[in-house]
């Protein structure tokens, strides 16, 4: 995979917020005009009814979608949007700088933060998604965790095979590409970009650059090694 441009990773023509990628000659770079697209949005419009117990911070920043679903317990700061027909369960976190599209779940535990989700984006239990752009129809299994900064926080870098792209962002976590799918507490590392239709298996910690319609799963097995004698076997 050479390409990393908004059109190879995402089906951007039905997406709301297309401007975003507008000039992006890498998809990643649609995170530094975050920022400026909210600021410039006529936010504020609040299309649904809001339950009890729903708590939001600069309410006149954040602007929600018709039909969409507010749980009690879930905590959202503006500025951001979220779409129509989206789900926000009890205890998810939106910290502010997040642009959700249609049919999106943000789910129990779930934080995020300064990210752009597209459309019909799963991410239904216990993720981190920090820094990072999900694609039409990503499913983040339980537990998935976008690390964004690095243990060094130097400037985060992709690796492709023997090359390095150099973002210029300290905070960068994931790019996903349309239609991938990552299993139960996987860690994807700083600068990982999927291609798209990649399926990630659980538990795997993995970074760099996934060709498309790859699939991800660890090299090694889990056996048993013996069989023992139990020391907690009752006394007859």
């Known amino acids: 995979m050479q390409n990393f441009t908004p059109a190879d990773l995402f089906e951007l023509d039905n997406y709301s917020h297309t401007a975003l990628f507008a000039e992006c000659h890498n ?124 243990l060094d926080r130097s400037v985060v870098c992709l690796s492709h095979g023997s090359k390095r792209y150099e973002t210029g962002l300290y905070k960068l976590g994931a790019i996903i590409g349309d239609t991938s799918q990552i299993g139960c507490n996987a860690v994807l590392n700083p600068g990982t970009l999927f291609g798209k239709g990649v399926i990630c298996y659980p538990c795997v910690n993995i970074g760099g650059v996934i060709p498309p319609y790859q699939k991800i799963r660890h090299s090694s097995k889990m056996v048993a090694v013996h069989a023992y004698q139990n020391p907690c076997k009752p006394k007859e």
């Open 27 to 150: 998809g990643w770079e649609a995170l530094s005009h975050i920022v400026s697209y909210l600021a410039a949005s006529d936010l504020g419009k609040i299309e649904v009814e809001i339950p009890a117990g729903v708590y939001m911070e600069n309410p006149h920043l954040i602007s929600i979608g018709q039909g969409t679903r507010l749980e009690p317990g879930c905590y959202i700061i503006g500025p951001c949007i979220i779409g129509s027909h989206c789900t926000v369960r009890h205890s998810a976190y939106i910290r502010g700088n997040v642009i959700a599209g249609n049919s999106c779940v943000i789910g129990h535990a779930t934080e995020i933060k300064h990210a752009i989700l597209l459309d019909n984006v799963h991410a239904a239990h216990f993720a981190y998604i920090g820094d990072s752009i999900l694609g039409n129809g990503v499913s983040l299994g339980a537990g998935v965790k976008c690390a964004n900064l690095k």
